[in-house]
C-alpha cells in the first residue's frame, strides 16, 4: 500500500519536474530573439506558401504567350516569367516544392542518422564500419556527391531528395553518435547493463532521448542546408525537372533574362534567402537555448 | 613617517553584471599586507577570496562585467584610479600571481621558458638572450633540477609539481614586492604541496617580498601564514594572527572550520564535525549576519541587522553579535 | 614526429579505399543498363553491345574494380568517348580557372574571415559584433550561385562596372584576369567568409575565457599581445580545420559559380557531362576533388602538429 502511494507520488514529482523544464524552454525560447526571429520569418513564409495557391488566379504551368517577361503589375504581383507564366504562382509552388524537399531530407535523415548514430555508439565493431563509410561520404564536398548521384540517377524530385539524404545522414549519425557516447559512459547505464536491462531498452529508452536536442538542432541546419542545394542542383539543371516549379530552376530561366528581366531573379533569390536565413536564424537560438554550453 | 603597509584596501566592493542581475562577490573588504609577511585568507569556495585577490590585479574585464568600489593603496598609488596601462605596469613587476591549477593557467602552445621570458622582457627590457639566462636562473630558485633544458620544455612535458614551480619561477621573475597566491596547492599531491609551501616560505625569506595566501585549507595557513583573514560571503569576518586565530576563534564560522580540521590524535568514534546547510547565493544575501543561517548562535538580531567588523580586547577583529557571551558558555562548559 | 606523419597518411588508406568504391558505383545505380542510358533510344542493339565492351561492363564487377582502380593509381582516370580525349586531359585542361577561382575565393576567406571573427569576439555584445554576426548568418544563408546572379544584377546590369560573364586566363594579365574573376570570388567566397568569421569568433571566445589568459593578464602583457599571441594560436585549431575543409567545399562549389559566370572550368565540364551522361568524367572530377579533400585534410592534421606541441606527443 505504502510502496503504491509512494510510486503515485514519484510520478507526480516527475511529470512536474517535467513540466518545470518545460516551462523553463518555452521561457527561455521566448527570450532568445534569434530563435523567436527565426520562427516568425519561418511561419510567415510557410503561411503565404499556404494561402498561395488559393489566392492567385493562374497556374504554375499556365502560358500566356503574348503576356511575356512583364514586370510586377497589378495583374501578375511579380511579373511573368519568358513564357508568359505568373511568377508570384510560380514561386508559391516553387517554394512549396523546394520547402517540402527541405523537410523531406530532414525528417528523412534525422529517422536514418538516429538509427544509425545510436547503434554504432552502442555497438563497437558496427561503430568502425559505419564511421568509415560515414568518413568516405564526409570527405565529398556535399553538392558533388549530390550532382554524382544525380548524374546516375537521373534528376526528378524524388532522386533529388534520396540524393540529399545520402548526403546528409552521416553527418547527423555523427552528431547521434557523439551525444549518445556521452551518455553510455554514465555510470547509470552500466548500472542498467549489470542489471541486465535489454540493450534495446536502453539504446532507445535511455540513450535516445538524450542525443534529441543536437539531433533537432542538426536537422534544422539540415533543412535549411538542403534548400540551399536543391536550388543550387535545380538551377543546375540536376534536380527538380521542367517544368515544375522549384526555386532552383525558376532561377535558371532567370539568368537567361537577367538583363530584362530583373524581378525574376530577385524575387525567387529573396525567398530562398528568407526561408533559409529563418531556419538559420531558429536553429542557432535551438541551439544556444538548448546546449548553454556550446558557446 | 610611519611605515606604511605595502597594501592597503579598503572598502574594496567587486560588482559583477550577470544575466541574473548585478551580483556583489565582494562587499566592503579592508585589509592591509604588511611588508615580508605572509597573509593568509581563508574561506569556503564562493566566499570571494579569489576575487578579492583578483581584483587586487584588476584581472577582471571591466568594460563589460565588472565594476570595483573602494581603494586599493599599494606603493602610495591607488590602483583603482589608475589607467589600463600603468595597471599593466604593476602587474607581473609589482605584484605577482600565481593559481590554482598551473597546467590551465600555463599556455599550452609556449615553452615555459618562452612564458617567463615574456615578462622579463615586458618589465625589465632585458635581452632576449640574457632574459634566458634569467629563466633558467629563476627555475634553479625554484629548485627545478636541470633547468637549462626544462626551459626549452611545454607545460605538458613537466610534472604537476614542477608546472607549479615553474608558475612561481615565472610570477617572481620580475623581483614583485608582492606575490598573491590563489590556491597554489590546492591541485597537488599532499607531498608535493608541502614542497611548495616550502619553497614560498624560503622565497618570502629570501626575496622580501611579502604574500597573500588564498587557500580553503586552514593546515595550510597554521604551516604559513603569519596572520589570516577569513572571509565568508564576501566579507570579513575575523581577523587575528595565527597564534590567536588557532588557540582563541572568536567568530562561529571559523570555530566551525576548526572543529572540521581532522585530528591524528582526535577521537575516532565521533562524527568529523560539519558546518551545517549551505553558503547561500550571492543573488539572495541575507539581511542581517551573513551566517545567520547557519549559526547554532544565531538570534533574531543577527537575522535583522549585520554585526560590524569590530576589534575586541585581543587585537582580534570580528563580525558578530555574540562573541563575548559564546566564550563564556564555552568556558562554562569546559 | 616522423611516426605522426606515417600514422596520418596510413589512416587515409581506409578513407580513400571507402571513397573509390563509392564513386566505381556510381555508374553502376543508375537505373536500367548504363550503355544504352549513354547512347540514347535510338542506338541499336549491335551499337550498345559494342560500348559495354568498351566500357568493361561484361566482365564480373569486382574485376571491373581491379581494373578501373589499377588505372587510377597509374594515373589513368579513364576515357571521355565524347570528348575523345583521357579524363586526366579533359581534367587538366579545365583546372585552371577553377582552381584560380577557388585559391583566391579561400585567400578571400581567410584575410576577411578571421579579422572579423577575432574583432567580433573581442567585442562581444557590442553593436559591432552584433552587425557582424548577423552579416555572417546573412552570408551563410545565400547560396553562391544566387549571390553570383544578384551580383550580377548590380554590377553587370545596373552599374555595368564589371564583366558579367566569360573567362581570361592569367596569361592575358593580372588585371583583366582579376576583373572577370571579381564577381565569380566574391559569389563564391562568401559563405566561406561567414563561416570561418563564426567559427574564430566562437573559437576566440572560447580561449579567451582560458585559465592562461588570466595568467598572462596577471603578468602585465599588454591586451593586444594576449589576443594575437596568447589567445589566436590557442583559436587557431579549429580554424585552421574549418579553412582547410573549405578549400574541398570551393572547388565543388566553383563548379556551381562557373556555370552562372559561363567559366570554362571543372564545373562546366561536370555539367556537361551529366548531360551527356559520360561517367568516366564525372567518376573522375569526383574522385578528384575528393582526393584534394583529403590531402588537404592531411595538411592541417599536420600542421595541428607544428601548431600545437601536445598533438605531437599524443601520437608518439
Same mark, same amino acid.
Given at each position: 500500500?505504502?510502496?503504491?502511494?509512494? @510510486?503515485?507520488?514519484?510520478?507526480m514529482?516527475?511529470?512536474?519536474?517535467?513540466?518545470?523544464?518545460?516551462?523553463?524552454?518555452?521561457?527561455?525560447?521566448?527570450?532568445?530573439?534569434l530563435?523567436?526571429?527565426?520562427l516568425?520569418?519561418?511561419?510567415?513564409?510557410? /503561411?503565404?506558401?499556404?494561402?498561395?495557391?488559393?489566392i492567385? *488566379?493562374?497556374?504554375?504551368?499556365?502560358?500566356?504567350?503574348?503576356?511575356?517577361?512583364?514586370?510586377?503589375?497589378?495583374?501578375?504581383?511579380?511579373?511573368?516569367?519568358?513564357?508568359?507564366?505568373?511568377?508570384? +504562382?510560380?514561386?508559391?509552388?516553387?517554394?512549396?516544392?523546394?520547402?517540402?524537399?527541405?523537410?523531406?531530407?530532414?525528417?528523412?535523415?534525422?529517422?536514418?542518422?538516429?538509427?544509425?548514430?545510436?547503434?554504432?555508439?552502442?555497438?563497437?565493431?558496427?561503430? @568502425?564500419?559505419?564511421?568509415?563509410?560515414?568518413?568516405?561520404?564526409?570527405?565529398?564536398?556535399?553538392?558533388?556527391?549530390?550532382?554524382?548521384?544525380?548524374?546516375?540517377?537521373?534528376?526528378? +524530385?524524388? @532522386?533529388?531528395?534520396?540524393?540529399?539524404?545520402?548526403?546528409? +545522414?552521416?553527418?547527423?549519425?555523427?552528431?547521434?553518435?557523439?551525444?549518445?557516447?556521452?551518455?553510455?559512459?554514465?555510470?547509470?547505464?552500466?548500472?542498467?547493463?549489470?542489471?541486465g536491462?535489454?540493450?534495446?531498452?536502453?539504446?532507445?529508452?535511455?540513450?535516445?532521448?538524450?542525443?534529441? *536536442?543536437?539531433?533537432?538542432?542538426?536537422? +534544422?541546419?539540415i533543412?535549411?542546408?538542403?534548400?540551399?542545394?536543391?536550388?543550387a542542383l535545380? /538551377?543546375?539543371?540536376?534536380?527538380?525537372?521542367?517544368?515544375?516549379?522549384?526555386?532552383?530552376?525558376?532561377?535558371?530561366d532567370?539568368?537567361?533574362?537577367?538583363?530584362?528581366?530583373?524581378?525574376?531573379?530577385?524575387?525567387?533569390?529573396?525567398?530562398i534567402?528568407?526561408?533559409?536565413?529563418?531556419?538559420?536564424l /531558429?536553429?542557432?537560438?535551438?541551439?544556444?537555448?538548448?546546449?548553454p554550453?556550446?558557446? | 613617517m610611519?611605515?606604511?603597509?605595502?597594501?592597503?584596501?579598503?572598502?574594496?566592493?567587486?560588482?559583477?553584471?550577470?544575466?541574473?542581475?548585478?551580483?556583489t !562577490?565582494?562587499?566592503?573588504?579592508?585589509?592591509?599586507?604588511?611588508?615580508?609577511?605572509?597573509?593568509?585568507?581563508?574561506?569556503?569556495?564562493?566566499?570571494?577570496?579569489?576575487?578579492?585577490?583578483?581584483?587586487?590585479?584588476?584581472?577582471?574585464d571591466?568594460?563589460?562585467?565588472?565594476?570595483?568600489?573602494?581603494?586599493?593603496?599599494?606603493?602610495?598609488?591607488?590602483?583603482?584610479?589608475?589607467?589600463?596601462?600603468?595597471?599593466?605596469?604593476?602587474?607581473?613587476?609589482?605584484? !605577482?600571481?600565481?593559481?590554482?591549477?598551473p597546467?590551465?593557467?600555463?599556455?599550452?602552445?609556449?615553452?615555459?621558458?618562452?612564458?617567463?621570458?615574456?615578462?622579463?622582457?615586458?618589465?625589465?627590457?632585458?635581452?632576449?638572450?640574457?632574459?634566458?639566462?634569467?629563466?633558467?636562473?629563476?627555475?634553479?630558485l625554484?629548485?627545478?633540477? !636541470?633547468?637549462e633544458?626544462?626551459?626549452?620544455?611545454?607545460?605538458?612535458?613537466l610534472?604537476?609539481?614542477?608546472?607549479?614551480? !615553474?608558475?612561481?619561477?615565472?610570477?617572481?621573475?620580475?623581483?614583485?614586492?608582492?606575490l598573491?597566491?590563489?590556491?597554489?596547492?590546492?591541485?597537488?599531491?599532499?607531498?608535493?604541496?608541502?614542497?611548495?609551501?616550502?619553497?614560498?616560505?624560503?622565497?618570502?625569506?629570501?626575496?622580501?617580498?611579502?604574500?597573500?595566501?588564498?587557500?580553503?585549507?586552514?593546515?595550510?595557513i597554521?604551516?604559513?601564514?603569519?596572520?589570516?583573514?577569513?572571509?565568508?560571503?564576501?566579507?570579513?569576518?575575523?581577523?587575528?594572527?595565527?597564534?590567536?586565530?588557532?588557540?582563541?576563534?572568536?567568530?562561529?564560522?571559523?570555530?566551525?572550520?576548526?572543529?572540521?580540521?581532522?585530528?591524528?590524535?582526535?577521537?575516532?568514534?565521533?562524527?568529523?564535525?560539519?558546518?551545517?546547510?549551505?553558503?547561500?547565493?550571492?543573488?539572495?544575501?541575507?539581511?542581517?549576519?551573513?551566517?545567520?543561517?547557519?549559526?547554532?548562535?544565531?538570534?533574531?538580531?543577527?537575522?535583522?541587522?549585520m554585526?560590524?567588523?569590530?576589534?575586541?580586547?585581543?587585537?582580534?577583529?570580528?563580525r558578530?553579535?555574540?562573541?563575548?557571551?559564546?566564550?563564556?558558555?564555552?568556558?562554562?562548559?569546559? | 614526429?616522423?611516426?605522426?606523419?606515417?600514422?596520418?597518411?596510413?589512416?587515409?588508406?581506409?578513407i580513400?579505399?571507402?571513397?573509390?568504391?563509392?564513386?566505381?558505383m556510381?555508374?553502376?545505380?543508375? =537505373?536500367?543498363?548504363?550503355?544504352?542510358?549513354?547512347?540514347?533510344?535510338?542506338?541499336?542493339?549491335?551499337?550498345?553491345?559494342?560500348?559495354?565492351?568498351?566500357?568493361?561492363?561484361?566482365?564480373?564487377?569486382?574485376q571491373?574494380?581491379?581494373?578501373?582502380?589499377?588505372?587510377?593509381?597509374?594515373?589513368?582516370?579513364?576515357?571521355?568517348?565524347?570528348?575523345?580525349?583521357?579524363?586526366?586531359?579533359?581534367?587538366?585542361?579545365?583546372?585552371?580557372?577553377?582552381?584560380?577561382?577557388?585559391?583566391?575565393?579561400?585567400?578571400?576567406?581567410?584575410?576577411?574571415?578571421?579579422?572579423?571573427?577575432?574583432?567580433?569576439?573581442?567585442?562581444?555584445?557590442?553593436?559591432?559584433?552584433?552587425?557582424?554576426?548577423?552579416?555572417?548568418?546573412?552570408?551563410?544563408?545565400?547560396?553562391?550561385?544566387?549571390?553570383?546572379?544578384?551580383l550580377?544584377?548590380?554590377?553587370?546590369?545596373?552599374?555595368?562596372?564589371?564583366?558579367?560573364?566569360?573567362y581570361?586566363?592569367?596569361?592575358?594579365?593580372?588585371w583583366?584576369?582579376?576583373k572577370?574573376?571579381?564577381?565569380?570570388?566574391?559569389?563564391?567566397?562568401?559563405?566561406?567568409?561567414?563561416?570561418?568569421?563564426?567559427?574564430?569568433?566562437?573559437?576566440?571566445l572560447?580561449?579567451?575565457?582560458?585559465?592562461?589568459?588570466?595568467?598572462?593578464?596577471?603578468?602585465?602583457?599588454?591586451?593586444?599581445?594576449i589576443?594575437?599571441?596568447?589567445?589566436?594560436?590557442?583559436?587557431?585549431?579549429?580554424?585552421?580545420?574549418?579553412?582547410?575543409?573549405?578549400?574541398?567545399?570551393?572547388?565543388?562549389?566553383?563548379?556551381?559559380?562557373?556555370?552562372?559566370?559561363?567559366i570554362?572550368?571543372?564545373?562546366?565540364?561536370i555539367?556537361?557531362?551529366?548531360?551527356?551522361?559520360?561517367?568516366?568524367?564525372?567518376?573522375?572530377?569526383?574522385?578528384?576533388?575528393?582526393?584534394?579533400?583529403v590531402?588537404?585534410?592531411?595538411?592541417?592534421?599536420?600542421?595541428?602538429?607544428?601548431?600545437? =606541441?601536445?598533438?605531437?606527443?599524443n601520437?608518439?
Amino acid at each position: 500500500m505504502e510502496a503504491v502511494e509512494r @510510486n503515485a507520488k514519484l510520478v507526480m514529482l516527475k511529470n512536474d519536474l517535467k513540466k518545470e523544464q518545460r516551462n523553463l524552454f518555452v521561457r527561455r525560447f521566448i527570450s532568445n530573439k534569434l530563435a523567436v526571429t527565426g520562427l516568425i520569418i519561418i511561419s510567415i513564409l510557410t /503561411f503565404l506558401v499556404t494561402i498561395g495557391p488559393l489566392i492567385t *488566379s493562374y497556374g504554375p504551368n499556365e502560358m500566356v504567350v503574348d503576356e511575356r517577361l512583364e514586370g510586377p503589375s497589378s495583374a501578375h504581383w511579380l511579373g511573368t516569367d519568358n513564357l508568359g507564366r505568373d511568377l508570384f +504562382t510560380r514561386i508559391v509552388f516553387g517554394a512549396q516544392l523546394s520547402m517540402g524537399v527541405g523537410l523531406s531530407v530532414a525528417v528523412i535523415t534525422s529517422i536514418l542518422g538516429i538509427v544509425i548514430g545510436l547503434y554504432a555508439s552502442y555497438y563497437r565493431v558496427l561503430d @568502425n564500419v559505419l564511421m568509415r563509410i560515414c568518413d568516405g561520404l564526409m570527405s565529398l564536398p556535399g553538392i558533388l556527391l549530390a550532382i554524382a548521384l544525380l548524374a546516375a540517377l537521373g534528376p526528378s +524530385t524524388k @532522386n533529388v531528395i534520396i540524393a540529399l539524404s545520402v548526403v546528409y +545522414t552521416p553527418n547527423v549519425a555523427r552528431v547521434v553518435r557523439s551525444a549518445a557516447l556521452v551518455v553510455r559512459e554514465e555510470t547509470y547505464i552500466e548500472a542498467m547493463k549489470s542489471q541486465g536491462a535489454s540493450s534495446l531498452r536502453i539504446i532507445w529508452g535511455h540513450i535516445a532521448p538524450n542525443t534529441l *536536442s543536437p539531433l533537432i538542432v542538426q536537422s +534544422t541546419f539540415i533543412f535549411a542546408n538542403a534548400i540551399i542545394v536543391e536550388a543550387a542542383l535545380s /538551377f543546375l539543371g540536376a534536380g527538380v525537372p521542367p517544368p515544375d516549379p522549384s526555386l532552383g530552376n525558376i532561377l535558371f530561366d532567370g539568368k537567361l533574362v537577367i538583363f530584362t528581366a530583373w524581378w525574376m531573379v530577385l524575387f525567387p533569390g529573396i525567398c530562398i534567402i528568407l526561408s533559409v536565413l529563418g531556419l538559420n536564424l /531558429f536553429g542557432d537560438g535551438l541551439r544556444d537555448i538548448l546546449d548553454p554550453h556550446s558557446n | 613617517m610611519v611605515d606604511q603597509p605595502l597594501l592597503r584596501i579598503k572598502e574594496l566592493r567587486t560588482h559583477f553584471h550577470t544575466e541574473r542581475g548585478r551580483v556583489t !562577490a565582494v562587499d566592503g573588504i579592508t585589509l592591509h599586507v604588511e611588508e615580508r609577511e605572509i597573509l593568509g585568507v581563508v574561506g569556503e569556495s564562493g566566499c570571494g577570496k579569489s576575487v578579492t585577490s583578483q581584483s587586487i590585479l584588476r584581472l577582471f574585464d571591466e568594460k563589460r562585467t565588472v565594476k570595483y568600489e573602494g581603494e586599493i593603496h599599494f606603493k602610495s598609488k591607488n590602483l583603482l584610479k589608475i589607467s589600463n596601462a600603468n595597471m599593466q605596469k604593476i602587474r607581473g613587476n609589482d605584484i !605577482a600571481m600565481i593559481f590554482q591549477d598551473p597546467l590551465s593557467s600555463l599556455n599550452p602552445v609556449y615553452t615555459i621558458g618562452y612564458q617567463i621570458t615574456e615578462s622579463i622582457m615586458l618589465h625589465q627590457k632585458l635581452q632576449k638572450k640574457k632574459a634566458y639566462e634569467k629563466a633558467v636562473e629563476m627555475l634553479r630558485l625554484t629548485g627545478i633540477p !636541470a633547468p637549462e633544458k626544462r626551459v626549452n620544455d611545454y607545460p605538458h612535458e613537466l610534472s604537476g609539481g614542477m608546472r607549479q614551480r !615553474a608558475m612561481i619561477a615565472m610570477a617572481l621573475a620580475c623581483q614583485p614586492r608582492l606575490l598573491i597566491a590563489d590556491e597554489p596547492t590546492t591541485a597537488l599531491d599532499v607531498t608535493i604541496q608541502a614542497q611548495i609551501l616550502d619553497l614560498i616560505n624560503r622565497l618570502n625569506q629570501e626575496l622580501n617580498m611579502s604574500v597573500i595566501f588564498i587557500t580553503h585549507d586552514l593546515g595550510v595557513i597554521a604551516e604559513i601564514c603569519t596572520r589570516v583573514v577569513v572571509m565568508y560571503l564576501g566579507q570579513i569576518v575575523e581577523e587575528a594572527d595565527v597564534e590567536k586565530l588557532f588557540s582563541n576563534p572568536l567568530h562561529p564560522y571559523t570555530k566551525g572550520l576548526m572543529k572540521s580540521i581532522p585530528q591524528i590524535d582526535g577521537d575516532r568514534s565521533q562524527a568529523l564535525h560539519v558546518i551545517e546547510g549551505t553558503v547561500p547565493s550571492l543573488h539572495d544575501v541575507p539581511n542581517g549576519c551573513r551566517f545567520a543561517s547557519r549559526c547554532p548562535y544565531a538570534s533574531d538580531l543577527c537575522r535583522a541587522k549585520m554585526p560590524e567588523l569590530k576589534i575586541v580586547k585581543t587585537g582580534q577583529k570580528v563580525r558578530c553579535w555574540h562573541y563575548e557571551e559564546i566564550l563564556e558558555k564555552e568556558e562554562v562548559d569546559v | 614526429m616522423k611516426i605522426y606523419v606515417l600514422k596520418r597518411v596510413l589512416s587515409l588508406v581506409p578513407i580513400l579505399f571507402i571513397v573509390s568504391i563509392m564513386i566505381f558505383m556510381i555508374i553502376h545505380v543508375t =537505373p536500367g543498363d548504363p550503355a544504352t542510358v549513354m547512347l540514347g533510344d535510338t542506338a541499336t542493339t549491335e551499337q550498345v553491345e559494342a560500348l559495354r565492351n568498351e566500357l568493361g561492363l561484361n566482365i564480373p564487377i569486382y574485376q571491373q574494380y581491379i581494373n578501373w582502380i589499377t588505372g587510377i593509381l597509374h594515373g589513368d582516370l579513364g576515357y571521355s568517348f565524347f570528348m575523345r580525349q583521357s579524363v586526366t586531359m579533359a581534367i587538366i585542361s579545365h583546372l585552371g580557372p577553377t582552381v584560380s577561382l577557388a585559391i583566391m575565393a579561400q585567400i578571400m576567406a581567410i584575410i576577411i574571415g578571421i579579422p572579423v571573427g577575432i574583432i567580433a569576439a573581442n567585442r562581444k555584445g557590442s553593436l559591432t559584433d552584433q552587425s557582424i554576426m548577423g552579416l555572417s548568418l546573412l552570408g551563410i544563408s545565400i547560396p553562391s550561385f544566387l549571390l553570383a546572379l544578384l551580383l550580377i544584377l548590380l554590377f553587370g546590369v545596373k552599374l555595368q562596372w564589371l564583366p558579367v560573364a566569360g573567362y581570361k586566363a592569367l596569361s592575358e594579365g593580372m588585371w583583366v584576369h582579376l576583373k572577370y574573376l571579381i564577381l565569380p570570388i566574391i559569389a563564391l567566397g562568401s559563405m566561406q567568409v561567414a563561416l570561418i568569421a563564426r567559427m574564430t569568433r566562437n573559437s576566440m571566445l572560447e580561449v579567451l575565457n582560458m585559465d592562461y589568459i588570466k595568467t598572462a593578464r596577471s603578468k602585465g602583457i599588454k591586451e593586444r599581445n594576449i589576443v594575437y599571441k596568447h589567445a589566436l594560436r590557442n583559436a587557431f585549431l579549429p580554424i585552421l580545420t574549418i579553412v582547410g575543409q573549405s578549400f574541398a567545399v570551393l572547388v565543388a562549389g566553383a563548379a556551381v559559380v562557373e556555370t552562372v559566370f559561363n567559366i570554362p572550368g571543372i564545373g562546366q565540364l561536370i555539367i556537361n557531362s551529366i548531360e551527356r551522361r559520360d561517367f568516366a568524367v564525372i567518376q573522375g572530377i569526383v574522385l578528384f576533388v575528393a582526393l584534394v579533400y583529403v590531402l588537404i585534410n592531411l595538411v592541417v592534421d599536420l600542421l595541428y602538429g607544428v601548431i600545437d =606541441p601536445r598533438v605531437r606527443l599524443n601520437h608518439k
